[in-house]
């Protein structure tokens, strides 16, 4: 029997809601909880709450959610579909289309494009809250809750959170009603450690490796602009641009300027999945580009059309940069299976991107300022970004003034988990080797599990998990 070393494949077994009863508990902790990326409260009284949804909600789940809301003060709970927000009608989207991640730059602008999130729907959104000034709070969305409340413009502090529960299987997951505190110690550990780092490198089996270094003062720039809860920005850059970073920050300092040099790979992104692919980085601009399949195609394509685009305040001229580096911090969440092929959720596969030690690294432009979107718009850019996902990373810090290399990540495990202060602050909540344990780990055969990762799964890897999931096994 062979022997790998990293964890093994496992997920979880959730069971489809036959009546409101089975979705209560759920809704009545999640409409307590005020930290992490699906959190509803706290609620106000009397509190007015509108729910942009979609197409396939669980309608146990929505009755549940609106009597726990109502039962915490709000006065009025309202559901809408973000097509009759947008005008459009509702698309059915699946992860077999992995490429279309880089068509949303340019040909899709219902999906990603001004400031990355669902232009159409912002601005129906923003119309009809116009319209109903009566609501208090509003969930919407599924990713990018700055960007998302930047777009609402006067509405902003009406924004509670994202809505990602018109799926039942996303709902019941364990991973939203994970302690607060037990979140926040976890991530504490994390940010701590980056105001220490001299040099970053990160590496994983799918052939990244990918490092840059920084200063004292840098270093501590980038700690205390990275934190967002279950959503840790480890790119320097990315947290220190005043579009992104999560505290304000002073004009007088600009971004951290990007020196990653090396090599992203993977196989996944928001969308779906794709033919392995290699992306090269010198100083941070995108500079090659190999497989991908189509999703490749279309990336070298862009590359070739907008070679001499300067971005303001970039020093060299190039269209791609790297511009996202996110750790997401989110122990129980996994990769569902319900929807991930027939899917009402414009990036099918973004949900696996939010569990604990999944890396997810973006390529584009993550500047939206003022400045930025005014060149943008003289010359006619697509603007935004797309992704790579890494399950199963190992990200380093080199130590200022020092020869040692302190892991945050170690083949995919945050190792916080294993900190242990933490395990002791978990046994208040119950076992802690259950709760600091992963629910979900992918299949990736040749790195934990029997195969070979190029023969079996780099070239197909939709193929794999198809099959995978034919046999009865996890993905």
């Known amino acids: 029997m062979s022997v790998f070393n990293f964890e093994a494949p496992r997920a979880p077994n959730y069971q489809k809601p036959a009546r409101v009863e089975e979705c209560l508990p759920q809704a009545r902790i999640l409409v307590q909880k005020a930290h992490g990326r699906a959190a509803m409260g706290p609620v106000r009284r009397k509190d007015k709450i509108l729910i942009v949804t979609l197409p396939d909600q669980d309608p146990y789940v929505r009755q549940a959610v609106s009597q726990a809301l109502k039962e915490a003060g709000a006065a009025q709970v309202d559901f809408i579909f973000e ?66 409340k930047f777009q609402l413009k006067e509405h902003a502090e009406k924004f509670r959170g994202c809505w990602l529960f018109n799926n039942w299987e996303e709902f019941l997951s364990r991973a939203w009603t994970y302690p607060d ?66 505290v304000p920050v002073s004009r007088t300092y600009p971004p951290i300027p990007p020196r ?24 941070g601009r995108l500079v090659q580009v190999s497989g991908g399949g189509r999703y490749g195609e279309m990336i070298r394509e862009l590359m070739d059309r907008y070679r001499q685009v300067r971005w303001p305040g970039y020093a060299e001229k190039g269209f791609f940069w790297f511009c996202d580096c996110v750790l997401c ?12 092929f027939h899917s ?19 390529i584009g432009s993550r500047r939206h300022g003022d400045r930025y979107m005014r060149y943008a718009a003289k010359h006619r850019l697509p603007t935004g970004h797309i ?89």
């Not at 720039?221 to 990315?238: A, C, F, K, N, V």
């Not at 992203?264 to 010198?282: D, I, Q, S, V």
Request: proline share 5%; charged share 25%.
């Open 83 to 148: 097509h009759d927000l947008s005008g459009g009608r509702p698309r059915v989207f699946s992860a077999e289309d992995g490429w279309r991640e880089a068509n949303t730059l340019e040909n899709e602008p219902w999906d990603l494009s001004g400031s990355q999130f669902y232009s159409d729907i912002n601005t129906g959104l923003w119309h009809y809250l116009n319209r109903h000034p009566e609501y208090t709070g509003v969930f919407y969305g599924l990713g990018g809750r700055y960007h998302l």
């Open 181 to 246: 505190e037990l979140e926040i110690e976890i991530e504490r550990i994390i940010i701590d450690a980056l105001g220490k780092a001299a040099c970053v490198r990160i590496t994983d089996p799918e052939g990244t490796h990918l490092e840059f270094s920084l200063t004292p003062e840098e270093s501590r720039r980038w700690q205390m602009t990275s934190w967002l809860s279950g959503h840790i920005y480890l790119d320097p850059h990315q947290a220190t641009g005043e579009e992104c970073a999560v």
């Open 260 to 283: 990653i040099n090396g090599v992203l790979a993977g196989t996944a992104n928001h969308m779906g999945f794709m033919p392995r692919m290699a992306l090269f980085f010198e100083n």
């Open 329 to 340: 911090t989110v122990v129980k969440s996994f990769r569902h299976t319900s929807d991930l």
């Open 344 to 362: 009402y959720w414009r990036m099918p596969n973004i949900g696996e991107r939010n569990r604990a030690g999944v890396f997810h690294m973006g």
């Open 387 to 475: 992704h790579v996902h890494s399950y199963f990373a190992t990200f380093e810090i080199k130590l200022h003034h020092s020869d040692y290399w302190y892991k945050i990540v170690d083949k995919g495990k945050i190792t916080a988990l294993s900190d242990p202060k933490i395990r002791a602050l978990a046994v208040k909540y119950g076992d802690p080797d259950r709760l600091l344990a992963y629910d979900w780990v992918p299949p990736m055969p040749g790195i934990n599990c029997e195969g070979d990762y190029l023969k079996d799964y780099a070239d197909d890897p939709i193929g794999y998990l198809k099959n995978r999931l034919a046999e009865n096994r996890s993905i």
